[in-house]
T-cell receptor, first 116, second 116 residues
Framework: GAVVSQHPSRVICKSGTSVKIECRSL??????MFWYRQFPKQSLMLMAT?????????EQGVEKDKFLINHASLTLSTLTVTSAHPEDSSFYIC????????????FGPGTRLTVL | AQSVTQPDIHITVSEGASLELRCNYS??????LFWYVQSPGQGLQLLLK??????LVQGIKGFEAEFKRSQSSFNLRKPSVHWSDAAEYFC??????????????FGKGTKLSVIP
């Protein structure tokens, strides 16, 4: 199946700093990528849909100025958590849609963000 | 709005025993249903999906699921569990959102432990 990578896998930062998370589709082009957030013992919550070359579509309740998404190429989407605070600590997961396989979503391994 | 309920947070089975993971959904129209597995350090992997047709769906790794509209359920089954099946399992419903995209809503997951 298609492979999606995320970098970094784990990041610890101080409160007030910004953190960038990368999501890459390694062997296919993805016009659409998705960003999810997963709290412990909770389900994945869709944060936003990232479309190559256009603005991301954010889900209700997600602050677009805090979670900046850029999808500048067909293989890369980035999520920047700006001015991170401890409540932003979470597991962030991206997925990429592969049109070659019925638009199935392939998921990255996730990024564990800890804000001190 | 759609929702997914996985009643069992944690299930423990012996290796070789049969397995059934429960999933109930709420959705106003014909649902598109998915089961994913998440292993530590790995991205979510699609086990199987139901769009239409035969209500008994076969997936990878020996898993199957049965769609029961009258019960709003999509339970995952495996006749004989292997130790490598220990992981977190997520049920998801995804109405078609156009352009070949499915916007996934996930359940909270069921953690499966396997006793050797």
């Amino acid at each position: 199946g298609a492979v999606v990578s995320q970098h970094p896998s784990r990041v610890i930062c101080k409160s007030g700093t910004s953190v960038k998370i990368e999501c890459r589709s390694l062997d296919f082009q993805a016009t659409t990528m998705f960003w999810y957030r997963q709290f412990p013992k909770q389900s994945l919550m869709l944060m936003a849909t990232s479309n190559e070359g256009s603005k991301a579509t954010y889900e209700q309740g997600v602050e677009k100025d805090k979670f900046l998404i850029n999808h500048a190429s067909l293989t890369l989407s980035t999520l920047t958590v700006t001015s991170a605070h401890p409540e932003d600590s979470s597991f962030y997961i991206c997925s990429a849609r592969d049109a070659r396989v019925g638009n199935e979503q392939f998921f990255g391994p996730g990024t564990r963000l800890t804000v001190l | 709005a759609q929702s997914v309920t996985q009643p069992d947070i944690h299930i423990t089975v012996s290796e070789g025993a049969s397995l059934e993971l429960r999933c109930n959904y709420s959705y106003g129209a014909t649902p598109y249903l998915f089961w994913y597995v998440q292993s530590p350090g790995q991205g979510l992997q699609l086990l199987l999906k139901y769009f239409s047709g035969d209500t008994l769906v076969q997936g990878i790794k020996g898993f199957e699921a049965e769609f029961k509209r009258s019960q709003s359920s999509f339970n995952l089954r495996k006749p004989s569990v292997h130790w490598s099946d220990a992981a977190e399992y997520f049920c998801a419903v995804g109405p078609y959102s156009g352009a070949g995209s499915y916007q996934l809503t996930f359940g909270k997951g069921t953690k499966l432990s396997v006793i050797p």
